[in-house]
């Protein structure tokens, strides 16, 4: 598999890999393009398909972690007819070479404990890669790294993120324009839940430092009820309803 990396140069005539449609692969875009100048990297295959991997400096990461010199991956993604054939292991080091030519620490990750979750990376893959869990949130998402220096620093979890909570009651949603999904679904569940009646709150992460500060290990998309948090998964609304115990 060949691969090609995605910059402000060539990335308005190529394809993001994740975005369903144009208006979706334009709000990503814009936010990947704001995010070039801070050092992330987007590598996808060449072929077409869900087979890429975005990585940044930690320090520039939107998520509440505590990495100096590390790199943060964004998000590593191989699916459908792309799985099996090792493409994984092709972006994994790719962003390995990236990061030791940087001279940094090693790599993190967002994961989960025991089995995979959606929109999280596979602990298990993971820790066949050689990646441990540093920190873990009370909600049971892990942070994974992968060290260069046996005595390197662990990443931790600041502590808004390790002990998820809001104050208000009903539904709140933090998110980004990280993932294109967020644009498409977000906007249909705010419709029904407020043909339901049902409290839903929505709070757009839109700069680094709110996303640093977000009360989640996860800023793309976490969503809380009464104060507790929920999920991660982006919800669609059929999935939304079904949560909130309302008939669709």
Same mark, same amino acid.
């Given at each position: %598999? @060949? ?6 140069? @060539?990335?308005? /005539?190529?394809?993001?890999?994740? &975005? %369903? ?12 393009? =704001? ?12 072929? $077409?398909?869900? !087979? ?10 939107? +998520? ?10 964004? !998000? ?7 799985? /099996? ?11 390995? $070479?990236?990061?030791? &030519?940087? /001279?940094?620490?090693?790599? !993190? ?5 025991? $089995? ?26 892990? #942070? %994974? ?6 005595? +390197? ?25 990280? !993932? ?30 709110? +996303? $640093? ?21 982006? =919800? ?6 079904? #949560? ?5």
């Amino acid at each position: %598999m @060949n691969y090609i990396r995605i910059t402000k140069d @060539n990335i308005d /005539g190529e394809h993001i890999c994740c &975005a %369903m449609s144009n208006k979706q692969s334009n709000v990503k875009k814009q936010w990947l393009k =704001q995010r070039f100048e801070e050092g992330l990297v987007f590598y996808r295959s060449v072929e $077409r398909g869900k !087979c890429f991997i975005e990585y940044i400096p930690a320090e520039n990461a939107w +998520a509440p972690i505590e990495a100096e010199g590390y790199i943060y991956i964004n !998000c590593l993604w191989v699916s459908g007819s792309m799985k /099996g054939h090792g493409y994984s292991n092709d972006l994994l080091d790719q962003c390995v $070479r990236d990061a030791k &030519a940087q /001279g940094r620490k090693g790599l !993190c990750i967002l994961s989960s404990e025991k $089995r995979k979750k959606e929109f999280l990376a596979d602990p298990k893959y993971l820790a066949y890669k050689g990646f441990s869990v540093a920190d873990t949130a009370e909600t049971g998402i892990t #942070l %994974m790294y992968l060290p260069f220096e046996a005595d +390197a620093e662990p990443p931790r979890f600041k502590e808004c993120a390790r002990h998820p909570k809001v104050e208000e009651d009903g539904f709140v949603l933090y998110y980004t324009d990280q !993932c294109p999904f967020t644009y498409y679904w977000v906007p249909r569940v705010e419709e029904v839940a407020r043909e339901h009646g049902i409290p839903f709150k929505v709070i757009h992460i839109t700069d680094r430092e709110a +996303a $640093r500060n977000v009360p989640a290990p996860v800023t793309t998309y976490a969503l809380f009820r009464d104060g507790r948090f929920v999920t991660q998964a982006i =919800q669609s609304d059929k999935k939304f309803l079904a #949560l909130a115990g309302a008939e669709s």
